[in-house]
């Protein structure tokens, strides 16, 4: 194709991306009370090969030719790494010290059965060759551990602030528990992907210069940055220049994290939760966001829908496969942080809300598994599989939450709406959660 000719067939697929997204979206919150982030989920599912590719293959190949998946990459990896920017500058670090033991005893079980879970079915899954060429098996089954165990924090976070629940120990808990798991599953991550370098010099980059990083930007990154915040207290808002040397920012630690070895995906979080809180974070989400959600994360969206290809999962043999790791992904999550709140003190309605919840994979699923499938973790039949697994579990979420306490959300969110203040934590707090 010409350069040209790439052009058009970008804005169309463009149209057809965010159209699709929107109306999804739509459709799942208005009839099935979803956040829309799911409807988004499914509607890049729509457009890949599994439904649209299927039905209407010529209409599929004419809307999204392959000489323009490197374009789409590149805004889907922007995407994600300015929203995982946005998440960090949402972080609460008030949460983390509420209920720290159940937080932690819940956090650790979420992560602990999962990985067992992943010891006793990696074995089973590499004999199947559902993994990618050379990948050991401690790396299949770190992988498969970070997989299962990531929760989907910014539609935990959601549920949470829209019930009213900010306040309450399930609301404290299941922030607190989620954002530990998180930090540990992407800590997984980075070390499966150090691992995979090509030998133990590079591996050793990765870890210890994604670790420098890390350590730099939470320990002396906030002094560094505080000036901004004053920028912004000074001018009463955001200005363009401010705006541009915060995006220049974003985008050297994207690019110091691929250079490590890692993803860009890490150096926006980090960035993003050292950044200096009030007026500053609150401006940057109010400018960001909406571009970010409404057109850089559903070229994500229908860049993972793309590789999902749900025809491969052909047999009974392949969905039963599927079948299993969804199940022992649920049993694993859900019951085990619904286990770990009861034996810290919750009562079981808070418990089994806090399984619901931490039980959801979402976006942050998505992420980890297109890392996998682009660095050669993962074949795309076991992509596809836990692409549904994450559309599932972050499906059953909201309505699980409702069942198992939802009278107790409705009457605390009474409440809440009657006494939560909306100030934000002093110096250090953050913003908000990214409500996706």
């Known amino acids: 194709m010409t350069t040209a000719e790439l052009s058009v067939a970008f804005f169309l697929q463009m149209a057809v991306i965010v159209a699709a997204c929107r109306a999804m979206g739509w459709v799942v919150k208005r009839f099935f009370d979803q956040p829309q982030v799911v409807g988004e989920m499914i509607a890049g599912v729509i457009l890949g090969p599994s439904l649209l590719g299927l039905l209407a293959p010529d209409i599929q190949h004419m809307l999204f030719p392959k000489e323009t998946k490197s374009i789409l990459y590149v805004g889907a990896q922007l995407g994600v790494g300015?929203?995982?920017?946005?998440?960090?500058?949402?972080?609460?670090?008030?949460?983390?010290?509420?209920?720290?033991?159940?937080?932690?005893?819940?956090?650790?079980?979420?992560?602990?059965?999962?990985?067992?879970?992943?010891i006793l079915l990696t074995p089973w899954l590499m004999s199947l060759n559902l993994f990618g060429k050379g990948v050991q098996p401690f790396q299949a089954t770190l992988f498969m551990g970070a997989a299962i165990s990531i929760t989907a924090f910014p539609v935990l976070a959601r549920i949470i602030q829209e019930r009213g629940l900010t306040k309450t120990p399930l609301g404290s808990l299941s922030l607190s528990a989620g954002a530990i798991d998180d930090a540990g599953a992407w800590t997984v991550l980075a070390i499966v992907l150090a691992s995979l370098g090509g030998g133990a010099v590079v591996a050793l980059k990765a870890i210890?210069?994604?670790?420098?990083?890390?350590?730099?930007?939470?320990?002396?990154g906030p002094k560094l940055l505080a000036p901004l915040g004053r920028w912004a207290e000074r001018e009463g808002k955001v200005t363009l220049t401010l705006l541009g040397v915060i995006v220049v920012l974003f985008m050297l630690s994207a690019w110091a994290m691929d250079a490590a070895?890692?993803?860009?995906?890490?150096?926006?979080?980090?960035?993003?939760?050292?950044?200096?809180?009030?007026?500053?974070?609150?401006?940057?989400?109010?400018?960001?966001?909406?571009?970010?959600?409404?057109?850089?994360?559903?070229?994500?969206?229908?860049?993972?829908?793309?590789?999902?290809?749900?025809t491969m999962v052909n047999s009974w043999a392949l969905a039963g496969i599927a079948l299993?790791?969804?199940?022992?992904?649920?049993?694993?999550?859900?019951?085990?942080?619904?286990?770990?709140?009861?034996?810290?003190?919750?009562?079981?309605?808070?418990?089994?809300?806090?399984?619901?919840?931490?039980?959801?994979?979402?976006?942050?699923?998505?992420i980890i598994i297109n890392i996998g499938l682009q660095k050669g973790i993962i074949g795309p039949a076991l992509f596809s599989m836990l692409v549904v697994m994450a559309i599932v579990t972050t499906l059953m979420a909201s309505p699980l939450f409702e069942i198992v306490y939802g009278r107790t959300a409705r009457l605390s969110g009474e409440l809440g709406a009657l006494n939560e203040d909306e100030d934000e934590e002093p110096a250090r707090g953050t913003a908000p959660a990214t409500a996706r």
């Open 261 to 310: 070895g890692l993803h860009s995906v890490f150096g926006g979080f980090i960035l993003g939760a050292a950044m200096p809180r009030g007026l500053l974070t609150r401006e940057l989400k109010k400018q960001l966001e909406p571009f970010a959600l409404a057109l850089l994360v559903p070229m994500f969206f229908t860049f993972s829908g793309l590789n999902t290809q749900l």
């Open 82 to 118: 300015l929203y995982m920017f946005l998440v960090g500058v949402g972080f609460r670090s008030d949460h983390f010290k509420a209920n720290a033991k159940s937080a932690m005893a819940v956090s650790l079980s979420g992560m602990t059965a999962p990985f067992l879970v992943a």
């Open 208 to 220: 210890i210069g994604g670790g420098l990083f890390a350590l730099f930007m939470l320990t002396v």
């Open 324 to 366: 299993v790791i969804l199940a022992g992904s649920i049993a694993a999550k859900g019951l085990a942080c619904w286990a770990a709140a009861r034996l810290t003190g919750q009562d079981n309605a808070t418990a089994m809300g806090i399984g619901a919840l931490m039980n959801a994979r979402g976006l942050m699923e998505l």
